[in-house]
């Protein structure tokens, strides 16, 4: 309701605005009063307070009923926000009816604020039109492809000239403005293959047996089901401080035979470097306790 009479007073003001450029004094008055359907005024606030108590009952009906009935909850929600853009629009059109006689001045104000709206509502749209004809283009992702963009991370499943929508590892549907892709890094893991090289990191003591821990690293990357073989299993050896320890990590960098198998690999892979660590005794890093004074 009180953004109905917002904008019922900005048309008024606007109006007034337009009437006291042509003329001035008493025959400002005269022209405002003759924009201005008075009457229809106080009409208007009856309309936008019976819209108000439409659309509340209308959302407690549709919370009432969907939680109840879980399976109509969706649907429900659908038809709610459909139903809310036409009651909007309608009782918008109606108090503007009521509200004011239409002539030439109340046409072009609508005329131009209309156009000053639609210039700056397309601005974006024209911008990710844009950016989608590049990302075609350009091509820096494919469908399939498993990218990760400002920190979300998932599988490319559509690529459209407005968005672009991705689909995490949480089953989460993200929808990113294809402008974005203009001035941020798009980091794809395998672009347009199906396979797709893992990083797993492994940590053990300074002390321990470097070279069996490698080993066995490689063969239990080698033995997974989900390993793409015609590819190589690589395992580095560093030696990194770690909370103020020394470690030696071991990276291993394997290609999975098809991306939607990487976290599974990936649990595979630990679980066996794992079981054989227990087995031939390769233990983790030691963290030092540091004595009290």
């Known amino acids: 309701m009180i ?12 109006a007034t605005s337009l009437a006291s ?19 229809g005024v106080l009409f208007s606030l009856v309309i936008i307070a019976a819209t108000w108590l439409l659309l509340k009952f209308m959302n407690s009906l549709v919370e009432s009923v969907g939680g109840q009935f879980a399976q109509y909850r969706l649907p429900l929600q659908k038809l709610q926000s459909f139903m809310q853009f036409f009651i909007y629009m309608g009782a918008g059109i109606l108090v503007f009816m009521l509200s004011f006689r239409i002539n030439d001045q109340i046409l072009a104000l609508i005329g131009g604020t209309l156009a000053v709206s639609i210039g700056f509502a397309l601005k974006d749209l024209a911008a990710s039109f844009i950016a989608g004809m590049t990302v075609m283009v350009d091509r820096p992702f494919q469908v399939g492809d498993r990218v990760t963009f400002e920190g979300n991370y998932g599988d490319i499943i559509t690529i459209g000239l407005r968005s672009v929508r991705m689909r995490t590892l949480n089953d989460d549907i993200i929808t990113i403005p294809n402008n974005k892709f203009l001035n941020e890094v798009t980091v794809s893991g395998n672009y347009g293959a199906l396979d797709m090289q ?12 470097i070279t069996l821990a490698r080993d066995l690293i490689q063969e239990a990357a080698s033995s997974s089901r989900y390993i793409h073989l015609p590819k190589p299993v690589t395992v ?20 999975v035979v098809d991306t939607t198998y990487e976290k599974l690999f990936e649990t595979d892979i630990t679980l066996r470097v794992m079981k054989e660590f ?12 540091q004595s009290q004074p």
Request: with cysteine.
């Open 3 to 14: 953004r109905y009479l917002s904008v019922l007073f900005a048309l008024m003001f606007c």
């Open 198 to 209: 893992v990083v797993i990191p492994f940590f053990i003591g300074m002390d321990e047996d």
């Open 236 to 255: 580095l050896v560093k030696q990194t401080i770690t909370d103020n320890y020394l470690a030696i990590q071991l990276t291993c960098k394997a290609y």
């Open 21 to 39: 450029e042509s003329t001035t004094g008493v025959d400002n008055i005269a022209q405002i009063a003759s924009l201005v359907r008075w009457s």
């Open 278 to 289: 227990r087995k031939h005794s390769i233990k983790p890093p030691q963290i030092a306790v």
